[in-house]
């Protein structure tokens, strides 16, 4: 069965930076659209970011623009999600997905496809 697998969560002061890594050990993530997405108990999934096949079509959320950023490691065959100038509200369980459209956009982020099974993000001081 094909699964995604995050990596890189952990527990960070505010203001401070985490990589997350989304990795596949038997697709290519090079070929997918890729999502990330976060959920704090209690609270819908929320979609904070998306890269497209092509490196340049990346977009993000308002709750994570300019702080957060998404790219792909092609040799790897990951993708990663910089983070920075975490606050507490970003606390969550961080997922990645593959996205059904091949191009990153609010559509392709309602059509998760392939799950990974989260990594916890925790920002407190």
């Known amino acids: 069965q094909v699964q995604l697998v995050e990596s890189g969560g952990g527990v960070v002061q505010p203001g401070g930076s985490l990589t997350l890594s989304c990795a596949a050990s038997?697709?290519?993530?090079?070929?997918?659209?890729i999502g990330w997405f976060r959920q704090i108990p209690g609270r819908e999934r929320e979609g904070i970011s998306c890269?497209?096949?092509?490196?340049?079509?990346?977009d993000y959320s308002d709750s994570v623009k300019g702080r957060f950023t998404i790219s792909r490691d092609h040799r790897k065959n990951t993708v990663n999600l910089q983070m920075n100038t975490l606050k507490p509200e970003d606390t969550a369980v961080y997922y990645c997905?593959?996205?059904?459209?091949?191009?990153?956009?609010?559509?392709?982020?309602?059509?998760?496809?392939?799950w990974g099974q989260g990594t916890q993000v925790t920002v407190s001081a």
């Open positions: 997905a593959t996205l059904l459209p091949w191009t990153c956009s609010d559509y392709a982020m309602t059509h998760p496809d392939i």
């Open positions: 038997t697709i290519s993530l090079n070929a997918n659209a």
């Open positions: 890269i497209g096949t092509g490196d340049g079509d990346t």
